[in-house]
């Protein structure tokens, strides 16, 4: 059985840092296209970066693009998402997500992986940006 568990989450000032991880488990992790998905109050939910758990190659959504980071981390077969310089508009519910289908390759700058449909979800954890 897939499950995808979000971790990190919480409060933090405009211009602080956080990072949020995700552990997997019941699907084989390797040659997978994952992301990050957020959800604001209000808002529809939106991609905003994927990797690619074998090559490591990601996308981003231009919102977040300089500020965060995702990666993975192969030994335990997790994705996290170090996020930088914080703004309020970044308050929102953060869910990882996995395409399960196999993916050779993130492909060039991600695109693979940015593309893809992605079928599972966590439950997500809270990031709120206040002073």
């Known amino acids: 059985q897939v499950h995808l568990t979000e971790s990190g989450g919480g409060s933090v000032q405009p211009g602080g840092s956080l990072k949020i991880s995700c552990a997997t488990s019941?699907?084989?992790?390797?040659?997978?296209?994952m992301a990050w998905f957020r959800q604001g109050p209000g808002k529809e939910r939106e991609k905003i970066a994927t990797?690619?758990?074998?090559?490591?190659?990601?996308a981003y959504d231009d919102s977040v693009k300089g500020r965060f980071v995702i990666f993975q981390d192969n030994a335990n077969k997790m994705i996290h998402l170090q996020m930088n310089n914080l703004k309020p508009e970044d308050t929102a519910v953060y869910s990882c997500a996995v395409d399960l289908l196999s993916a050779t390759t993130g492909g060039t700058n991600g695109g693979v992986c940015w593309r893809t449909a992605y079928e599972r979800w966590g439950q997500g954890t809270q990031v709120t940006v206040s002073s």
């Open positions: 990797v690619h758990t074998s090559d490591g190659s990601a």
């Open positions: 019941g699907f084989t992790y390797s040659r997978k296209c």
